[in-house]
């Protein structure tokens, strides 16, 4: 398994670049089954695992993909299945948003009950309810879920008892191809939702709304493919604002949308953090000593529960005590333990933590227990003290693209344990090697295991081990 190695202490600096939005491209990829003809081309699709699990499912669906250079062509005019395979959709709890857009073409979907990171329960009730009050009828299987409809979809009026971001995506996809109109109550308003209803009325359909609380779409006959840019990704810009914080750094974080980053950006300045709007994107610079402030975390525009656990660990380094709350998701604290074993000060209590700050950091054994967990962790390894090892990578890769390459070219020391560059492994396995023969051979090292450490360090023998070539 993969790792992510990291030696802190390195200051950031340099221009890194956004990638295209990980939470705007899987909506708008489920909506290209929309289109009855016509080729989607959708530009800045980042390199991520999640991408190439939508890719795996539109392909089971009968869409035709090819991907290169950040932009996949996509036709889907002949689908040949309603069912979403359970080898993709355990792997990526977005998968269900193909629901919404098959029952609006097919009338028909089934799909497995979906996977995805361990940070709640996650119910679907929301999605449902916008089906059935479309005239769906959801049959609950053994492990999946089917909605069918005679007929077309009836334009429903559909209040939303959470705000949620996929529920909203998935009702405005199902509802664009529907009799009539539907109206969404107390929709998610994330910047995501708006860059789908831009795809989607760029595709024919008629979504207006987007962004507020109330959306309304008026059903058409038919939706064409497009072409379309994604948004670029709030949290990833969000992640290396936080990273560039934390090392005292000076990053110009390129292709970042200051609107979509508000609530983070104010946090930050509140906390001492420079944040300043530049032509094509926003510059940080971090040098005295930070402030602590309280987070919660609230659907947009409050503080993204996506950059909860990036925030905690520059608020661990900060001066003073922070309460966090987390009111999105019930389970969204995983990475506390983890950032103990750095020499963290935090206790939580439900869904409060309170972290007190001010710690210098060491490095450690890690694992990311889900994506921004992960991302988290890199953050607080930049500037702990040596080295850390970051495990469960694959969480990492579902959502950030090349985090190693990037936060290298802004100067870090960091790498995954796989692109450890071929002189440096074989140097360590000769040193290894050297160190191996000398511990079973060397007389002065075999009776020092069993003398007193002061002096052992006094009687070994200075060891110089060189490879043979240098
Ligand atoms: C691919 C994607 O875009 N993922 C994002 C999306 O996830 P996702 O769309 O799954 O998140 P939701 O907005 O749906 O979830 C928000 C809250 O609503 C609850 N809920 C949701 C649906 C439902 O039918 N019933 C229900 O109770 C959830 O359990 C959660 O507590 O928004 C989350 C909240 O900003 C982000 O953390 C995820 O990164
Ligand atoms: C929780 C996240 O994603 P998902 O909804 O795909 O699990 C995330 O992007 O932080």
Redesign the pocket.
């Known amino acids: 398994m993969s790792k992510i190695i990291v030696r802190g202490g390195k200051r950031l600096s340099g221009t890194v670049r956004v990638s295209g939005a990980?939470?705007a491209v899987?909506?708008i990829l489920a909506a290209t089954l929309l289109a009855k003809d016509g080729e989607s081309v959708i530009h800045d699709v980042p390199n991520l695992d999640?991408v190439m699990t939508i890719q795996q499912v539109l392909t089971a669906l009968g869409g035709k993909l090819t991907y290169a250079n950040e932009t996949m062509r996509i036709s889907a005019e002949h689908l040949v299945s309603f069912e979403a395979p359970y080898e993709w959709v355990r792997k990526m709890?977005?998968s269900f948003?193909v629901m919404g857009p098959l029952l609006a073409r097919l009338g028909c979907a089934r799909i497995s009950l979906p996977g995805?990171c361990a940070?709640?329960?996650?119910?679907?009730?929301?999605?449902?309810?916008g089906f059935e009050a479309m005239g769906a009828e959801i049959v609950l299987g053994q492990g999946f879920i089917e909605a069918r409809t005679d007929g077309k979809l009836k334009g429903a009026k559909i209040y939303l008892?959470?705000?949620?971001?996929?529920?909203?995506?998935n009702i405005m996809m199902a509802a664009a191809l529907a009799d009539g109109t539907t109206t969404i109550e107390n929709a998610?308003k994330?910047p995501?939702i708006v860059d789908l209803a831009n795809y989607l009325n760029a595709m024919g359909a008629i979504v207006r709304g987007a962004g507020t609380g109330i959306i309304r779409i008026e059903g058409v006959e038919s939706l064409s493919g497009v072409a379309h840019t994604v948004i670029p990704d709030r949290?990833e810009a969000g992640t290396y604002m936080i990273a560039a914080a934390m090392t005292g750094g000076d990053v110009h974080i390129e292709g970042a949308i200051s609107d979509h980053l508000a609530p983070v950006i104010s946090k930050l300045q509140e906390m001492g953090v420079g944040v300043t709007e530049t032509d094509g994107g926003i510059r940080v610079t971090a040098s005295k000593k930070l402030k602590s402030v309280d987070v919660k975390t609230l659907?947009?525009p409050g503080f993204?529960?996506?950059m909860q656990s990036q925030m905690m660990a520059l608020l661990m380094v900060s001066e003073g005590t922070s309460i966090v709350t987390e009111t999105?998701?019930?389970n969204r604290f995983m990475h506390v333990e983890e950032f103990q074993k750095m020499n963290a000060h935090i206790k939580v209590d439900g869904r409060t933590a309170i972290v007190s700050g001010g710690t210098q950091l060491t490095g450690a054994k890690v694992t990311a227990t889900d994506l921004r967990a992960g991302a988290a962790l890199v953050c607080a390894a930049l500037c702990a003290d040596g080295e850390s090892e970051i495990a469960g990578i694959h969480h990492v890769d579902r959502g950030y693209v090349n985090i190693t390459g990037k936060l290298a070219a802004l100067g870090a020391d960091i790498f995954r344990d796989e692109e450890m560059p071929a002189e440096s492994k074989a140097y360590a396995k000769v040193l290894e090697g050297v160190a191996a023969a000398l511990e079973e051979t060397e007389p002065a090292i075999v009776a020092a295991r069993t003398q007193e450490p002061a002096k052992r360090e006094k009687e070994l023998p200075r060891i110089k081990a060189q490879p043979t070539w240098a």
């Open positions: 990980k939470n899987l909506p999640d709890r977005a948003l995805g940070i709640g329960t996650r119910p679907i009730d929301q999605h449902l309810k008892d959470v705000a949620s971001v996929g529920a909203t995506e998610a994330e995501e949290v659907p947009y993204p529960t996506d999105v998701f019930e």
